[in-house]
C-alpha cells in the first residue's frame, strides 16, 4: 500500500515496533517525528504529501501531543485538509481522555499497545 502515516513518538522502541506492523501490512510511506515539533516541521515541508494517518503519542519532550495539536489547529486552519489523528497514551489519565475526546482534530484515543490490524482494516480497509 502506498499511504503515507506519520509516527509521532519520542519511543524508538515505538516507532519501530508501528514501523514493523505497519510494513508487514504493506505499508512503505512510514515517517518519524521524535516530537510535535519534528512533526510539524515535517508536514509543512511535505505539504503535497500530507499523510493519510498520524499516530500521535500524549507524552514527549520538546512539543508534546496536545501542544502538537494547538500548533497543528494554527498551520492547517482548515479542518479538511487534517489527517486523520489517533492520539496514543499508555496514560490511565481521565484528563487526557476527556481533553482528547474534546478536540476536534483527534480521531480516535487509542491506549498502547495499540491492535495494528485492528487499525489498518479500520481506516484503510
Known amino acids: 500500500m502506498n499511504k503515507h502515516i506519520l509516527l509521532i513518538d519520542d519511543s524508538d522502541a515505538a516507532n519501530q515496533i508501528n514501523k514493523y506492523h505497519f510494513n508487514k501490512a504493506g505499508f512503505v510511506d512510514i515517517a518519524i517525528a521524535k516530537n510535535g515539533q519534528e512533526a510539524l516541521k515535517h508536514l509543512k515541508s511535505n505539504l503535497n504529501h500530507l499523510p493519510e494517518l498520524i499516530m500521535l503519542d500524549i507524552s514527549m519532550p520538546v512539543m508534546n501531543g496536545f501542544e502538537f495539536l494547538e500548533?497543528?489547529?494554527k498551520s492547517f486552519p482548515i479542518k479538511a485538509k487534517v489527517p486523520k489523528i489517533l492520539m496514543l497514551t499508555s496514560s490511565e489519565s481521565h484528563i487526557d481522555l476527556a481533553k482528547a475526546k474534546k478536540n476536534d482534530l483527534v480521531t480516535?484515543?487509542?491506549?498502547?499497545?495499540?491492535?495494528?490490524s485492528k487499525i489498518i482494516k479500520k481506516y484503510f480497509g
Open 108 to 116: 480516535e484515543y487509542v491506549n498502547k499497545p495499540i491492535n495494528h
Open 71 to 73: 500548533e497543528l489547529r
